[in-house]
């Protein structure tokens, strides 16, 4: 039941990433994305990489996805005709995709016939310092482990620099120019109002 479930989202992120680079309004191919994203987090929870699953969904689709969308709305990009100029880009295809392949086989081939686990004691040992301490835990609770014991300086680094661009972007938006008409509270609460009214 479960290699049909991978089977399905497999052929099913295919499918997606076909209509992606096939159809004609890019805001439909933004949608087909979308999709394509959502069978590839679904592949990594069956694949029990539940960290990198979440990461596609926020970043990819959350943010990434949706931007493609406002930026095509934004510029109103015109719907391309792809069947007057869509022969010429299959000679590059064809060729990009047989070097895909061969990566592919190459990769393969090289873990094919070898075994993992050899008779080195230390190898063994250190399998088993893996099923151990990682196989047995979850993606987060090892990621959580690592970024906050051996990498925690580089965290609250990064956390500095995040909190100062955010600090920088506000003040890039909040700059008083004398040009902009701004609402002075204090100035309009001091008013006197029978000057104005008189005036």
Known sequence: MLDLI????????????FLVISKNNPVHSVF??????????????LLGVEFLAIIF?????G???????????????KVVELLD????????????????????????DS???????????LELNNLNFLYTNIFNSTNIELLGLV????????????SLILLVAMVGAILLTLSHESQ????????????????????
Do not use: C, H, M
Not at 57 to 61: Q, T
Not at 63 to 77: G, H
Not at 182 to 198: G, V
């Open 111 to 121: 873990y094919s016939g070898r075994g993992l686990i050899t008779e080195n004691s």
């Open 180 to 199: 902009i008409k701004r609402q002075d509270i204090f100035t309009q609460i001091n008013k006197k109002y029978t000057l104005t009214l008189a005036a």
């Open 85 to 108: 100029n869509s022969t010429r880009y299959l000679p590059v295809g064809f060729i990009i995709g047989l070097i895909l392949l061969f990566e592919i086989y190459v990769y393969i």
């Open 147 to 158: 970024l906050y014991t051996d990498y925690w300086l580089n965290l609250i680094i990064a």
């Open 63 to 77: 943010a990434i996805a949706i931007l493609f969308i406002f930026v095509i709305k934004l510029i109103n990009i």
């Open 32 to 45: 087909f994305l979308v999709l394509t994203f959502g069978n590839t987090s679904a592949l990594l929870l």
């Open 6 to 17: 991978f089977f399905a989202f497999s052929v099913g992120a295919i499918f997606t990433a």
């Open 57 to 61: 969904w926020i970043v990819y689709v």
